[in-house]
């Protein structure tokens, strides 16, 4: 029987130390993985956590916004104690519950959903006047979540252990790749991801990117991306499992065609 994607190969741009996943789901149904990471993550100097930390000692809630806040954030947390006995945690997504859980945070409340407003559904979130919340995220970010708990009466502090950058990376051989018709479908998992990328490829990427189906694990970033000027935009559920199933569901459809 053949696999899924035999024949196809999919851009994987997922940050250098998360692209393995995705990339050897890819590989398992039968495709190639071409990994070109088109975002950075870098930790955030211990010493600029020091408020945060102390803060968070006192803290009733904290939210983890993405698995690089759990993995970041953790590393931190742990060196200067660990997490307090009483605090609450929950995680925007089962992706971020997942790596909070391979730091060894085990209770975690998390949504169906892979958003912030999913975790400011939850009806744990709703009374919370007077708590203390820790934020946990990377440098910058939406201020919905924020805006949000402070309306319902919280005190919200932010906890910003990590920083996105765009890398610095040849584009050579992915656009000699490209332009010979060797990359089928792309993958990003963020707008800034997708900016990055068109970013290094330039304007001899332009057309490429534009022309090529392009999957994400979620509706906002679809709308970026069709905003964005690509043709063939495919919001897919949350995660690599997610990506995969998209890619999967999109060439199945395509009885070895190219796009239409």
Not at 51 to 75: H, R, T, W
Not at 102 to 115: A, I, N, R, S, Y
Not at 223 to 238: E, Q, S, W, Y
Request: glycine content about 10%; overall charge neutral.
């Amino acid at each position: 029987m053949t696999q899924p994607l035999a024949g196809r190969t999919v851009l994987v741009t997922r940050p250098a130390h998360q692209a393995a996943g995705l990339a050897q789901k890819v590989r398992a149904a039968g495709g190639t993985a071409f990994v070109f990471p088109a975002l950075g993550i870098e930790p955030v100097a211990a010493d600029r956590l020091a408020e945060a930390l102390a803060y968070l000692a006192g803290a009733d809630i904290a939210i983890f916004i993405s698995p690089n806040a759990a993995q970041f954030g953790m590393a931190a947390i742990r060196a200067r104690g660990g997490l307090p006995d009483a605090l609450r945690v929950f995680a925007v997504g089962p992706g971020t519950a997942r790596a909070l859980a391979e730091q060894g945070v085990e209770e975690v409340v998390t949504p169906d959903g892979q958003d912030s407003e999913a975790v400011l559904a939850l009806p744990q979130l709703q009374a919370v006047a007077g708590r203390q919340v820790v934020i946990v995220r990377g440098v910058g970010g939406r201020a919905l979540m924020a805006d949000t708990l402070r309306a319902r009466g919280a005190e919200v502090h932010f906890m910003e252990c990590y920083r996105r950058t765009c890398p610095h990376a040849d584009p050579a051989p992915l656009l000699a790749r490209w332009q010979a018709g060797g990359i089928d479908a792309v993958t990003v998992a963020s707008a800034e991801t997708l900016h990055n990328l068109a970013t290094l490829l330039g304007e001899p990427g332009t057309p490429l990117l534009a022309a090529t189906p392009l999957f994400v694990p979620h509706e906002k970033i679809a709308d970026a991306a069709r905003r964005f000027g690509i043709a063939h935009v495919v919001a897919t559920p949350g995660g690599d499992a997610g990506l995969l199933d998209g890619l999967v569901n999109w060439f199945r459809n395509k009885t070895g065609s190219k796009y239409e």
